[in-house]
């Protein structure tokens, strides 16, 4: 059995893979991933920014070989504006995951 970032890797995890490597990705899931899902919206003296997050991570052969969770867990928010710039930032609370960041494609 071998492991990767302490990952331990499942019996058989093959099988499982093999049944869904041929889904495609939900693209509408990878553009919230990149954090292109979102509306602005003008109201009376204020703005609205509303940025919708993905649900799943990229479809990999990592979450089956790993037994990583097909779901995400709600993120970490924060929203600032510094120097008339809105700046938000999301952090994946689920550890595991977030190992993944920049390893898997579309997975920023």
Known sequence: MSSYLGFKEIDDWQVEWE???????????????????????????IYVVRVVL??????????????????????????KIVDDVLLISGVIQDVDLAKLCGLINSFP
Do not use: I, N
Not at 21 to 39: I, Q, T
Not at 54 to 79: D, F, I, S, T, V
């Open 19 to 45: 049944k869904h490597r041929s889904e495609p990705e939900c693209l509408v899931e990878r553009d919230k991933r990149y954090g292109r899902v979102f509306d602005v919206f003008d109201e009376e003296k």
């Open 54 to 79: 993905p649900q799943k991570p990229p479809h990999h052969p990592w979450l089956y070989q790993y037994g990583l969770p097909k779901h995400l867990k709600p993120y970490l928010m924060q929203a």
